[in-house]
């Protein structure tokens, strides 16, 4: 049964650090693409960061580009995110997902069919 599975969220104060896991699963983690978006309250989801594992490329949304690192460890199927200096309005249910074809657009949540339950992150400035 393909999953995912994140954790690390939780209140943080402004400028701290969190990281967030993602737990993979059978197909999940074969994947090329696999990412992270948010969606904050009354918000659309919005695209966070996205990796090729394959070119190792990362790709990342401006609002936490130089905050914010994709990583992941293949022993454990676990995919991370790194985010620092944390601002109130990163504040949002994280979600990791992956593409099980090779999206035409990274950042479009419609290209990945495979997505997890989510884990809050609150910021409070």
């Known amino acids: 049964q393909v999953q995912l599975v994140e954790s690390g969220g939780g209140l943080v104060q402004a400028g701290g650090s969190l990281r967030l896991s993602c737990a993979a699963s059978g197909r999940a983690f074969s994947t090329d693409v696999m990412g992270w978006f948010r969606q904050a309250p009354g918000k659309e989801r919005e695209f966070v960061a996205a990796?090729?594992?394959?070119?190792?490329?990362?790709y990342y949304a401006d609002s936490v580009k130089g905050r914010s690192t994709i990583s992941r460890d293949n022993a454990k199927n676990t995919m991370y995110l790194q985010m620092n200096s944390l601002k109130p309005e990163d504040t949002a249910v994280y979600y990791c997902a992956a593409a099980i074809r090779y999206p035409k657009s990274v950042a479009d949540q419609y290209e990945y069919e495979i997505w997890g339950q989510g884990t809050q992150v609150t910021v409070s400035s």
């Open positions: 990796k090729n594992w394959n070119v190792l490329r990362a």
